[in-house]
């Protein structure tokens, strides 16, 4: 009885749960909107995963209802279901659409135009209102204000009803834009270990002259915490570890109501000396080689930049050897009354790991060989975290992509993991037309056609992919005149070694001569020492062509003329660790070349030149103000001492490329009749400083130095010319549209039959 009792039990909870064990068949799955829009059935399905046919899960259905609410266009979605016989049902689901957007208004804008705001907004008329589309456009908006120096303004959205249509709403940002608040006088409330002036430029919310005129010395009250923490840092580097901000007062100025006064309250405390260092955590190496890597010493003031240094050194000895997950912290145990402060560094060693594979994703175009061979990382290689960094700026300073990440993915072996580098590459052909006008080439136009990306070697991909660069030029000019074709092999043979090879049409018309030169050169250049530091050997053919030389020229002149033949064979040694090609702010470029040309090896003239070019740029003011020293020094040299080199091979200075307040190339010896003869020496020196003055603009000042020597190895300082100035720098926005312009004075003129008085020297070009 009892048996046959349990058995029944069995077959009735059996028939209440079937419907979960084999699940209830979705018959049809039914959205109804309510609201002004109406979305399209794709939409909706799309962020469902629910399907007719399929069997209901109300877990996913949840999930399905939380993913149409996230997408920020509902005020409510709610699901419910219908039965239809024994194992279907019927979904639907109901979502309320919020209103829709009429317009999108600015309310308190007077610094910017509402066109310009609603570029900035990702919220679109006639749509639905989207929570997540709202929170975005106004933290852009706050941004784009704080990005124009208006620090304190404040963007509100508020959503107005439109009468008689309850379906729609206005969207209205109301700006608050308050003053452009400038920083005048910052101080700081009873600090004594260090200056006014050192505390000041530590801090972010500084003062600057510039401010009425720039986006320097601008209040950011987002920066006192930060600020904070600089001072903060300052002084835990000396050892005062109670050191605190007890307060910050901003006053806005009675006179000018623009300006606010900062004053930070600070307690200084004592300094602490290091007392007991201790280490722990360590197996893989002795404690005794790690104790060796701390820079701090008991007995010692503490220094938090040594302590940071201290656990940066042990982190890279680990990551190198590939501890990926190895981590370094420090405890510090002060004592208050005896200012002494005990430290105990404890390390996390975690697995070393080595790289299984190097995986790359993402190259459509770009050969796989021309990524990896930039890599600093291989299989087999520790997991070193530095080198995969160091592999991550490689592929950037490529130029091939727009962006490259780089993870450490974990594999199905034990102690290995692969390295995954995804690229998304950027388009490498390039089109160019433009023109430019200066005082040295005066009018020019020019047409280029180039690859940096290019393959010479692969036609069925269009010539792309090989990592070679390619690129043909025209120029045609009232003075100028040519044709270059230029190709660079990176990698030749697949070995860290550059070839370069040009070919070259061109003519330029001087002021009594004009000079034509066909030919090609090809040069190679291997990496030494370092990345910044390589030699190029180079040798160059050509055939140089002096004619249509004034009638009124010299007899000296005139034997220069006709058809020579050039052959040379040059060297150079190149050290370059600027942080920029194009608008250095730090680093220094050297270099030394040599260059030689024979009768032996096909030239018409035997002759050689030496040359050295230095410069070094720093910065102050977080780069407001950039400096530039700069020299050049050079000499060329026939065989035979008493033997003049050919004319168009000398040095001739002037101009806004190289001796400026000088007319272009008239700083060098001359004739019996005064014309410019070129000089066989030359040395040119030049300092400049640059400063902004808005947005794109720079100002610079300048002095130049030099001359150019009728013989080799021969110069005095008796015979320097010099010029000073000041001069503009622009960068026109949304075109690669260098513009220089510079007036310059002689100031000392050792050149006779120049005139001393101001001269505007101009580079402008451009090109789309």
């Known amino acids: 009885m009892i048996f046959r009792k349990i058995v029944l039990t069995i077959i009735f909870t059996g028939f209440l749960l079937a419907p979960a064990v084999f699940g209830e068949k979705i018959n049809k799955l039914e959205f109804i909107q309510t609201g002004g829009y109406q ?39 709610v699901s419910e279901t219908k039965k239809i016989g024994a194992d279907k049902v019927d979904v639907i689901i109901k979502v309320s659409v919020k209103p829709r957007i009429k317009a999108i208004l600015f309310k308190g804008n007077l610094k910017f135009q509402t066109e310009d705001l609603k570029k900035e907004t990702t919220l679109a008329g006639d749509m639905p209102l989207n929570d997540n589309k709202l929170r975005e456009s106004t933290q852009k908006l706050r941004d784009y204000y704080k990005g124009k120096g208006y620090n304190d303004a404040t963007i509100t959205p508020v959503l107005e009803s439109v ?39 530590a801090i972010a ?64 405390g004592k300094p602490y000396t290091v007392g007991k260092i201790s280490l722990g955590g360590n197996i893989v190496f002795p404690k005794d080689q790690l104790m060796n890597l701390i820079k701090l010493h008991s007995g010692k003031v503490f220094d938090n930049q040594l302590e940071t240094e201290s656990k940066n050194s042990i982190s890279n000895l680990y990551e190198s050897m590939g501890y990926a997950d190895f981590f370094c912290k420090v405890v510090r145990v002060p004592d208050f009354n005896t200012h002494i402060v005990d430290l105990d560094f404890i390390v996390t060693e975690g697995k070393k790991y080595k790289v299984k594979d190097v995986i790359i994703s993402g190259n459509l175009r770009t050969k796989d060989k021309v990524i990896r061979r930039e890599l600093a990382i291989q299989p087999g290689d520790p997991l070193d975290k530095n080198r ?42 390039k089109v160019k037309v433009g023109g430019g006008f200066s005082d040295t080439d005066s009018l020019v136009g020019m047409v280029e056609v180039g690859n940096s990306n290019f393959d010479i070697t692969d036609p069925m991909n269009y010539f792309y992919g090989g990592g070679q660069r390619f690129r043909v030029q025209g120029m045609f000019g009232i003075e100028r005149q040519g044709v270059n074709i230029d190709f660079t092999e990176p990698w030749l043979m ?9 070919g070259y049409a061109n003519k330029v018309e001087y002021d009594h001569w004009d000079e034509s030169r066909i030919g090609a050169k090809t040069s190679l250049t291997h990496k030494v020492f370092d990345d910044f530091t390589s030699l190029t050997g180079g040798y160059k053919f050509e055939q140089v062509n002096v004619n249509d030389i004034s009638s009124t020229a010299s007899d000296y002149l005139k034997s220069q003329g006709g058809h020579q033949w050039v052959s040379q064979f040059s060297l150079l040694a190149n050290r370059d660790t600027r942080d920029s090609l194009l608008e250095p702010t730090s680093g220094y470029l050297t270099n030394a070349s040599g260059a030689v040309a024979s009768k032996v090896i096909g030239s018409t003239n035997n002759f050689y030149r030496l040359e050295s070019k230095d410069s070094y740029y720093f910065s102050l003011l977080e780069k407001a103000l950039v400096f530039h020293l700069g020299g050049k020094i050079g000499t060329i040299s026939d065989f035979d001492r008493n ?62 130095a030099g001359n150019a020597w009728e013989n080799s190895y021969s110069m005095g ?25 510079d007036l310059a004075y002689p100031i000392l003129s050792n050149q006779d039959d120049l005139s001393r008085k101001l001269r505007f020297h101009f580079n402008m070009g451009f090109t789309w």
């Open 39 to 77: 979305f399209p059935g794709k939409m909706l399905s799309f962020n469902v995963q629910q399907k007719a046919g399929q069997e209901y899960d109300e877990n996913i259905m949840n999930a399905d209802i939380k993913r149409l609410y996230e997408t920020g266009y509902f005020s409510d979605v």
């Open 163 to 201: 009468p008689n249509k309850p379906d729609e709403i206005n969207v209205v940002f109301e700006i608050k834009e308050n003053l452009r608040l400038k920083v005048d006088n910052v101080s700081f409330e009873g600090a004594t270990v260090y200056s006014q002036y050192d505390l000041k430029n």
């Open 205 to 268: 919310n500084r003062h600057s002259y510039l401010s009425r005129f720039l986006e320097f010395g601008l209040f950011n009250r987002d920066e006192l915490e930060n600020d904070k923490a600089r001072v903060r840092e300052l002084y835990w580097n000396k050892g005062y570890l109670d050191f605190k901000v007890e307060s910050i007062s901003v006053t806005q100025q009675k006179e000018d109501a623009e300006y606010v006064d900062i004053k930070f309250k600070v307690f200084e």
């Open 388 to 429: 995969i960094q160091a592999s991550k700026s490689r592929l950037m300073g490529m130029g091939y992509f727009e962006d490259v990440k780089a993870v450490a993915v974990s594999t199905d072996e034990v102690g290995q993991k692969s390295v995954h580098f995804d690229v998304k590459e950027k388009e490498t052909f």
């Open 494 to 502: 697949d070995m860290p070694l550059r070839l370069d090879v040009s």
């Open 643 to 704: 033997t003049q080199a050919p004319i168009f091979e000398r040095y001739f200075l002037g101009g806004g490329d190289s001796l400026r307040g000088f007319p272009y190339r008239q700083v060098s010896p001359v004739d019996k009749n005064g014309d410019n003869t070129g000089g066989q020496t030359m040395l040119l020196l030049t300092a400049e400083m640059t400063h902004p003055i808005w947005s794109f603009i720079r100002g610079a000042i300048f002095i130049d």
């Open 717 to 741: 300082m008796s015979g320097m010319n010099s010029g000073a100035g000041y001069g503009l720098r622009i960068k026109v926005p949304y075109l690669n549209a260098p513009v220089k312009l």
